[in-house]
Every structure is written in structure tokens, then in C-alpha cells.
């Protein structure tokens, strides 16, 4: 098993950004330390373009798999393994805001501003800890969740992927 850093004082405060308030989704529990992290599944969703719409599943011992929908370099499933010292730095990317239960940041009902035809990020964990689920629409609250988006487009580049995914 990975043993890595529990949650630091910097990832509670990064959780904070991903609250928000009024009518949309709020944080309720952030995702247990990154040790009890399983697996994760990151997916993107089409935008109004030629975004690439792939998903990727890691687990914790390294293994992959990478699933090409549209846009992409390659079109359906690949399978992959990386270092469990990869698997935990992607893991460490995405930990700090990852809910316990459901956040869904999407759609102008769960946002203050909304720019439609952007493209999502719809990450899924599991673990020893529990399990819960992450959409992002990029078009939604951009400054405000500024972090959140940079760690959700950068968590994939510490993966062998990109000859999958192609041009961005």
C-alpha cells in the first residue's frame, strides 16, 4: 500500500475554493487522505469544438486504463501501467478536491456565472475511506474555481497518456 502525506493544512484550505454558496453545490467532506484512495476514474466531456472526450481510470498499484471516445489520438480502450509512485501523484493532484458523496459544479442552476459549450471534468474515486464524485464544468464560476480547473487540466500530464490523447 502507498503510504503518503496525510491531508496538509494547504489542502483543507484549497477545499475551501471549491465551496461555494446560494443555490449551488457546497463541500460538505473532503475525500479521506490520499492513502486510502483506491482508484480514479477522470473523464472529459464534449465541449462546443473538438475538445478531446477520453477517460482514464488509475489504481493505486499502478495499473490503467484509458478509454478514447472522440478527438483523440486513439479511440477506445488501452491499458497501461505506471509506477504506484505515478498513480499517487495523479492522485495527489486531484485529493484535495475531491468530495466524500457528490459536488456537481455544472449547468447554470449550479453556478453563479456560466459560459456554456465549455467542456467538464467528471472525476469518480473510491477507497477504503468511502467514495464520492466530481463534475466540473469549466464554464462554471471560472474565477472563482480557478484552482480547481488547473489541477483538474494539469492531474492527467503526470500519465503516460498524452500520445493517447493527442493534440489538445
Known sequence: MIRLMGF?????LALTGCATSGPVATLQTPAPPQAQIQAITYATTPCHGFCPV?????AADGTGTFTGTRN?????ERRFTVRPAQAAAFFARLQPYLPTGELLLNGPDACNSYASDLPSADVTWRGAGGSGHLVYDYGCDRDEHRQLADALRAAPTVLPIAELIGRR
Not at 496538509?8 to 483543507?12: D, E, M, V
Not at 477520453?54 to 488509475?58: A, G, K, M, Q
Not at 483523440?72 to 477506445?76: D, E, L, R, Y
Request: glycine share 14%; aromatic share 6%.
Open 54 to 58: 477520453y477517460s482514464v481510470t488509475i
Open 8 to 12: 496538509s493544512a494547504g489542502a483543507a
Open 72 to 76: 483523440t489520438a486513439v479511440t477506445g
